[in-house]
């Protein structure tokens, strides 16, 4: 059983930078593909970034694409997000998610086990 817990998030402006950081535990982090995922508020949840095992392939959603990175450290159990040039339509819950496979899903249901999420709010 893996445990993730987000970190990070908080109260920004618009053009502001911020990381999120995701610290597993329970098990073996470079056996497993990492993503992020967000969702707003009446949305559904989406995509954002994705880290093969290990993190020499990395995948995007297309508006995050140029402004977020996704980045991990197999030996600290860790996965990043590196998020610049920040939007107010960024705001949403930030999980990070593991999937037991080979490659990269942008389908929150091919993930296995999930964090509880961190909030990011960018104003205007």
């Known amino acids: 059983q893996v445990q993730l817990v987000e970190s990070g998030g908080g109260l920004v402006q618009t053009g502001d930078s911020l990381t999120l950081s995701c610290a597993a535990s329970g098990g073996t982090a470079s056996a497993y593909v990492m993503g992020w995922f967000r969702q707003a508020p009446g949305k559904e949840r989406e995509f954002v970034a994705g880290?093969?095992?290990?993190?020499?392939?990395?995948y995007y959603a297309d508006s995050v694409k140029g402004r977020f990175s996704i980045s991990r450290d197999n030996a600290k159990n860790t996965v990043y997000l590196q998020m610049n040039s920040l939007k107010p339509e960024d705001t949403a819950i930030y999980s990070c998610?593991?999937?037991?496979?080979?490659?990269?899903?942008?389908?929150?249901?091919?993930?296995?086990?999930w964090g509880q999420g961190t909030q990011v709010t960018v104003s205007s």
């Open positions: 998610a593991a999937r037991w496979a080979t490659w990269v899903s942008r389908r929150p249901g091919d993930y296995d086990y």
């Open positions: 880290a093969s095992r290990s993190g020499g392939g990395t």
